[in-house]
Nanobody, 119 residues
Framework: VQLQASGGGLVQAGGSLRLSCAAS????????VNWYRQAPGKQREFVAG???????NVADSMKGRFAISTDNAKNTVYLQMDNLRPEDTAVYLC??????????????WGQGTQVTVSS
């Protein structure tokens, strides 16, 4: 699975961005597609994810501001980010998790897209 993340940029606090993660396969064949972020000097943290049945999950600290959705025809997962804060500044990474029938799990990562929020 190849993932291409895009949509990052520089935005003022309170602004919005929509990130895209384009997958090389039908996203319904993948166990889950997720967004993580990593700020300088900090650990990578989970942002939001969507699993095969369409169930979505957003990290508690971002609920109400971030939302994840899909365009199945484009094999693309989106992360809509509203009311951005300077602390949201990070590299945002797209991740896909797949699992074989025997339970072996594979993780795939895209290259990341930089989001910078100015105060």
């Amino acid at each position: 699975v190849q993932l291409q993340a895009s949509g990052g940029g520089l935005v003022q606090a309170g602004g919005s961005l929509r990130l895209s993660c384009a997958a090389s396969v039908n996203i319904f064949t993948i166990k889950s597609v997720n967004w993580y972020r990593q700020a300088p000097g900090k650990q990578r943290e989970f942002v939001a994810g969507i699993i095969r049945d369409g169930t979505t999950n957003v990290a508690d600290s971002m609920k109400g501001r971030f939302a994840i959705s899909t365009d199945n025809a484009k094999n693309t997962v989106y992360l809509q980010m509203d009311n951005l804060r300077p602390e949201d500044t990070a590299v945002y990474l797209c991740n896909a998790v797949d699992q074989t029938p025997r339970g072996t799990t594979f993780n795939f990562w895209g290259q990341g897209t930089q989001v910078t929020v100015s105060s």
